[in-house]
């Protein structure tokens, strides 16, 4: 029972996944419009360097960010006075394609991708900040909005399905809609602001969830239609005793993860006339301003607190794991991208410059496949792009991109005590899983994958392997390239006198 409740759940999500993905090809801080880290591609199995390019010297590491077969990032070049223009890469090569300043001095800070065009914000100490639509081939302005907003340094902007995009902005002009063609508000609406340097916001469906409060007053969240920018209704009161609200989170079944500072760690479900908590759970250590939430294809949360990240249960809030120490002090204040295999890219977010650092974790966050160091990545965040390449930067002037091949081998420190294979994960899947199998001493093995008839489809890995616990990616092809059909499909090891085979689901 508590297998076939399992395997409807994650068919559930799978679906729940497919209904809502937002339109366009575009990561932001989270990757998409649930901010909730999750990509649809699979990232690199190892630090195997794609390439690494100089782009424009930053005293701040910042986030990088994907679209088609670019990149783009802010490059702070002063912080006195404060100057950071955009940077514009290739993302298969690293070479520098345009740099552009807009302004004398603030901060270009890109909000997000659509409709071929990025969205940045020029961000000025004191207020006074301008909206720019850019043409991603040559940084040239397409449009500039004829009104400034007063907020702090955000990273916030949500895309409606005909590609307009929301905004948070203070006073009366508290959330705008904005017009993707001109730059022409469609409409506003006022609310009591948070104090926050980081605000984000989410959508699903035709809902924006955005936060309302001020330092004295309570604070909760806001369902709003986006058509009109009508309220529809509010959570209950949040608890808290700060003032600086944490980034909040989608899951792709449309729960609410979020944070009040110097409170709890919540999760909400909109059941269509209301916010209702599902959970609260005391947070494991401090939740830093500028870190991210994540969640994976099995709807499992990923929170960084204090000096780990943190793996909890979507339906319970409880704790299921958490990592290795990801900074040596300070709080990490980190941000992720999950692979469509759940793998898990996190960047710890590092305020001091020698412990700026990347990781790729498992799903369950207990190995570390690879790590490395990157000065000072405060406000930096891994980006996963097309065909599975990870980029991302710190401070200096070097960018770095990974990509490797199909098959990992990480090995342990312990040796297995016996030949195993494990079940794939996420199961269903689509379009790729992950088959872990373990060796204890080097053999000659293969893995091979069958349809529902016993013809062979493909063989995923055949040779001399090396002891240890070794992960395999299969994305739903034959051999000969071609995507296979949704079904039922037998995965088996062989390794001297050991075979065993499970099943999997790939739905299509």
Same mark, same amino acid.
């Given at each position: 029972?508590?297998?076939?409740?399992?395997?409807?759940?994650?068919?559930?999500?799978?679906?729940?996944?497919?209904?809502?993905?937002?339109?366009?090809?575009?990561?932001?801080?989270?990757?998409?419009?649930?901010?909730?880290?999750?990509?649809?591609?699979?990232?690199?199995?190892?630090?195997?360097?794609?390439?690494?390019?100089?782009?424009?010297?930053?005293?701040?590491?910042?986030?990088?960010?994907?679209?088609?077969?670019?990149?783009?990032?802010?490059?702070?070049?002063?912080?006195?006075?404060?100057?950071?223009?955009?940077?514009?890469?290739?993302?298969?090569?690293?070479?520098?394609?345009?740099?552009?300043?807009?302004?004398?001095?603030?901060?270009?800070?890109?909000?997000?991708?659509?409709?071929?065009?990025?969205?940045?914000?020029?961000?000025?100490?004191?207020?006074?900040?301008?909206?720019?639509?850019?043409?991603?081939?040559?940084?040239?302005?397409?449009?500039?909005?004829?009104?400034?907003?007063?907020?702090?340094?955000?990273?916030?902007?949500?895309?409606?399905?005909?590609?307009?995009?929301?905004?948070?902005?203070?006073?009366?002009?508290?959330?705008?809609?904005?017009?993707?063609?001109?730059?022409?508000?469609?409409?506003?609406?006022?609310?009591?602001?948070?104090?926050?340097?980081?605000?984000?916001?989410?959508?699903?469906?035709?809902?924006?969830?955005?936060?309302?409060?001020?330092?004295?007053?309570? $604070? &909760? %969240?806001?369902?709003? =239609?986006?058509?009109? !920018? +009508?309220?529809?209704?509010? @959570?209950?009161?949040?608890? #808290?005793? *700060?003032?600086?609200?944490?980034?909040?989170?989608?899951?792709?079944?449309?729960?609410?993860?979020?944070?009040?500072?110097?409170?709890?760690?919540?999760?909400?479900?909109?059941?269509?006339?209301?916010?209702?908590?599902?959970?609260?759970?005391?947070?494991?250590?401090?939740?830093?301003?500028?870190?991210?939430?994540?969640?994976?294809?099995?709807?499992?949360?990923?929170?960084?607190?204090? $000096? &780990? %990240?943190?793996?909890? =249960?979507?339906?319970? !809030? +409880?704790?299921?794991?958490? @990592?290795?120490?990801?900074? #040596?002090? *300070?709080?990490?204040?980190?941000?992720?991208?999950?692979?469509?295999?759940?793998?898990?890219?996190?960047?710890?977010?590092?305020?001091?410059?020698?412990?700026?650092?990347?990781?790729?974790?498992?799903?369950?966050?207990?190995?570390?496949?690879?790590?490395?160091?990157?000065?000072?990545?405060?406000?930096?965040?891994?980006?996963?792009?097309?065909?599975?390449?990870?980029?991302?930067?710190?401070?200096?002037?070097?960018?770095?991109?990974?990509?490797?091949?199909?098959?990992?081998?990480?090995?342990?420190?312990?040796?297995?005590? *016996?030949?195993?294979?494990?079940?794939?994960?996420?199961?269903?899947?689509?379009?790729?899983?992950?088959?872990?199998?373990?060796?204890?001493?080097?053999?000659?093995?293969?893995?091979?994958?069958?349809?529902?008839?016993?013809?062979?489809?493909?063989?995923?890995?055949?040779?001399?392997?090396?002891?240890?616990?070794?992960?395999?990616?299969?994305?739903?092809?034959?051999?000969?390239?071609?995507?296979?059909?949704?079904?039922?499909?037998?995965?088996?090891?062989?390794?001297?006198?050991?075979?065993?085979?499970?099943?999997?689901?790939?739905?299509?």
């Amino acid at each position: 029972m508590a297998i076939s409740r399992y395997v409807c759940s994650v068919l559930l999500i799978w679906l729940s996944t497919i209904l809502t993905a937002p339109a366009g090809d575009w990561s932001t801080v989270g990757g998409n419009n649930q901010r909730n880290g999750q990509s649809d591609e699979t990232g690199p199995a190892t630090n195997q360097l794609l390439w690494s390019k100089p782009s424009l010297n930053s005293v701040w590491g910042n986030q990088v960010y994907t679209w088609g077969d670019k990149l783009v990032t802010t490059r702070y070049t002063s912080l006195s006075p404060l100057r950071a223009p955009l940077a514009c890469h290739n993302l298969y090569t690293g070479d520098t394609l345009w740099t552009r300043n807009y302004a004398p001095n603030g901060v270009m800070i890109v909000m997000g991708f659509h409709n071929d065009q990025i969205y940045a914000r020029n961000f000025q100490q004191g207020g006074a900040d301008s909206i720019y639509a850019i043409n991603p081939a040559d940084g040239a302005v397409i449009w500039k909005s004829d009104f400034t907003v007063e907020r702090g340094i955000i990273w916030s902007a949500v895309f409606t399905g005909n590609g307009d995009l929301i905004v948070p902005g203070s006073g009366s002009l508290g959330i705008m809609r904005i017009d993707h063609a001109d730059g022409d508000t469609v409409w506003t609406l006022t609310r009591t602001i948070p104090n926050t340097g980081a605000e984000s916001m989410c959508a699903i469906g035709n809902t924006l969830y955005a936060w309302e409060g001020a330092i004295n007053t309570p $604070k &909760r %969240l806001m369902a709003i =239609d986006i058509d009109n !920018g +009508a309220v529809k209704y509010y @959570s209950p009161a949040l608890p #808290g005793d *700060g003032d600086q609200e944490i980034t909040f989170s989608l899951g792709p079944d449309g729960v609410i993860y979020c944070a009040r500072d110097g409170g709890s760690i919540y999760a909400l479900e909109d059941n269509g006339n209301a916010l209702a908590i599902r959970w609260s759970a005391p947070p494991r250590g401090t939740i830093g301003t500028y870190a991210q939430f994540g969640v994976g294809p099995d709807n499992s949360v990923y929170i960084p607190m204090g $000096k &780990r %990240l943190y793996r909890f =249960d979507a339906l319970t !809030g +409880a704790a299921l794991d958490s @990592s290795v120490e990801v900074i #040596g002090s *300070g709080v990490a204040n980190g941000r992720m991208a999950i692979g469509a295999d759940g793998m898990v890219y996190f960047g710890n977010g590092a305020s001091e410059p020698a412990q700026g650092k990347y990781f790729m974790f498992s799903p369950d966050l207990q190995e570390v496949f690879w790590s490395q160091n990157v000065p000072f990545n405060y406000y930096s965040g891994p980006a996963l792009g097309r065909d599975g390449i990870l980029v991302f930067g710190g401070s200096g002037a070097t960018l770095y991109a990974y990509q490797t091949p199909t098959a990992i081998s990480p090995r342990p420190a312990a040796l297995p005590e *016996g030949f195993s294979l494990a079940q794939n994960y996420p199961n269903p899947f689509n379009p790729v899983t992950t088959i872990p199998f373990t060796l204890p001493k080097a053999a000659n093995a293969a893995v091979m994958i069958y349809n529902s008839a016993g013809q062979p489809v493909r063989t995923l890995i055949s040779g001399n392997l090396a002891a240890g616990r070794h992960l395999l990616r299969w994305d739903g092809t034959d051999g000969g390239g071609k995507a296979v059909a949704s079904g039922v499909y037998l995965y088996r090891l062989t390794a001297g006198n050991f075979k065993e085979a499970r099943k999997m689901t790939l739905l299509r």
